[in-house]
């Protein structure tokens, strides 16, 4: 963006002065993944139900982890979200 103001002098002369701002970003950084709603909160670990999450700041690299912390069976699995349901 540039900034320019003409300035009168007393003796009628005119004088142009310009500056160029820094360079403006136009795009937002993304924040946060967010999950705002979930269709499911239980469903058996051996699958077989479809979970739908709802939130916001979601990139296409995002990956959901399931866990289940208990002691004597510790369990993990990742998964990628279907990318033709992310929406910005």
Do not use: Y
Not at 11 to 31: N, R
Not at 32 to 38: G, R, S
Not at 43 to 71: S, W, Y
């Amino acid at each position: 963006m540039v900034f320019r103001t003409t300035i009168t002098h007393p003796d009628g002369s005119t004088e142009v002065l310009q500056i160029s701002s820094q360079q403006i970003v136009c795009t937002q950084p993304p924040g946060i993944p967010e999950i705002c709603k979930k269709s499911l909160t239980t469903c058996p670990c051996i699958g077989g139900m479809e979970l739908f999450m709802f939130g916001k700041n979601f990139l296409k690299d995002t990956r959901v982890v399931f866990q289940h912390t208990a002691a004597e069976s510790p369990w993990e699995e990742a998964v990628q979200p279907d990318k033709e349901f992310l929406q910005q």
